[in-house]
């Protein structure tokens, strides 16, 4: 059974840091391309980061988190970790991670197949 579960997110002051991860189980993450989207209330989904497989490499942000965001893999425990620092309010959302063929359109919710339950994240003081 393919699943994918998301942690790491919380409430966190303006400025703060938080480590979200996304655990695969049922499949071997590595062979795919890993995206993170989020949602905010009221808003559409949308593609924050995504990271190639192991074997295309590459890493892809949107220029609303670029530099301050940064997403790596561990194929050993089988996972993705989306770093994500100086966060603002404006980052607040529901972050899910989910499986897709390539980043080239990582910006687009309809191109993932697989998806978690989502983690909340809000940043407020």
């Known amino acids: 059974q393919v699943q994918l579960v998301e942690s790491g997110g919380g409430l966190v002051q303006p400025g703060g840091s938080l480590r979200l991860s996304c655990a695969a189980s049922?499949?071997?993450?590595?062979?795919?391309?890993i995206g993170w989207l989020r949602q905010a209330p009221g808003k559409e989904r949308e593609g924050v980061s995504c990271i190639s497989s192991s074997r295309d490499r590459g890493t892809y942000y949107a220029d609303s988190v670029k530099g301050r965001f940064t997403i790596s893999r561990d194929n050993a425990k089988n996972t993705v970790y989306l770093q994500m620092n100086s966060l603002k309010p404006e980052d607040t959302a529901v972050y899910y991670c989910?499986?897709?063929?390539?980043?080239?359109?990582?910006?687009?919710?309809?191109?993932?197949?697989?998806w978690g339950q989502g983690t909340q994240v809000t940043v407020s003081s």
């Open positions: 989910a499986t897709t063929s390539y980043c080239w359109e990582y910006y687009d919710p309809s191109t993932y197949h697989y």
């Open positions: 049922g499949f071997t993450l590595d062979s795919y391309a």
